[in-house]
């Protein structure tokens, strides 16, 4: 299960990004993905980074959400503005 405290937070201080993240939070929790191909297929603009890394683009790319993916368990990495994401490794965070 993806904890949704994570998402809350960012929420708290980004309103705007409250809709789009609780959309996917949503379909990520009833998902039944069992690859990067399941994913893809649903996400295609979803950047696949490092070794278990996806980075989810949210609101029109404003915020970039990113989680590592073992199948079939999804965990939040890392949830911020374009302009923070790009100041990190995104394959590495």
């Known amino acids: 299960m993806i904890s949704v ?5 960012f929420w708290a201080k980004h309103t705007d990004a409250e809709e789009p993240l609780r959309a996917w939070f949503k379909e990520a ?8 191909a399941d994913v893809r297929a649903r996400y295609p603009a979803a950047s696949f980074v490092g070794k278990n890394r996806i980075v989810f683009n949210i609101k029109g790319n404003k ?3 990113i989680v590592i993916f073992r199948p079939p368990h999804v965990f ?18």
């Open 29 to 36: 929790q009833r998902a039944n993905w069992t690859s990067t």
């Open 5 to 9: 405290r994570a998402l809350r937070d």
């Open 63 to 65: 915020y970039r959400l």
């Open 76 to 93: 939040i990495r890392y949830l911020g503005t374009h302009a923070e994401y790009d100041r990190i490794d995104a394959a590495t965070v």
